[in-house]
């Protein structure tokens, strides 16, 4: 019994914290390309200044307790009008969690080659 009582907060620490990377989940908003968002292409400091809107729910045991994690209440929070991209996050600590989704505006200026630009605007 004793052992226990250093043992689980062992095994917290170890299971207890989780993220997702936003970038590594971008994905086109019309699914055109049917796979992820080249992140070697995107110059982040366009990104981030980019118009970008994000919805939220946080959940207990997987059951959502608060908010909501939908593309209309990201565009609606952030006034995205022309979804472009599309980014998830997952933060979890414990038993809780966060699920996020993340939308950005289209901008051309996003994409650092020029051919991926000529093929965004067509």
Known sequence: MFRCIFLLPLL???IGCYDTDLIKSLVYADNSNQKKVDISQINFNRLN????????VGRLLNIPIQGSSSILD??????????FLI??????FFLFSKQCIVVFEKDD???TD?????IIKK
Not at 49 to 56: D, N, R, W
Not at 114 to 118: A, D, L, S, V
């Open 109 to 111: 200026s996003i994409f």
């Open 49 to 56: 200044s980019s118009k970008q809107g994000k919805s939220c």
């Open 12 to 14: 917290f620490a170890l």
């Open 114 to 118: 020029k051919k991926i630009n000529t």
């Open 74 to 83: 990201a565009t609606k929070n952030g006034s995205v009008n022309n979804v």
């Open 87 to 92: 980014g998830y996050q997952t933060h979890w």
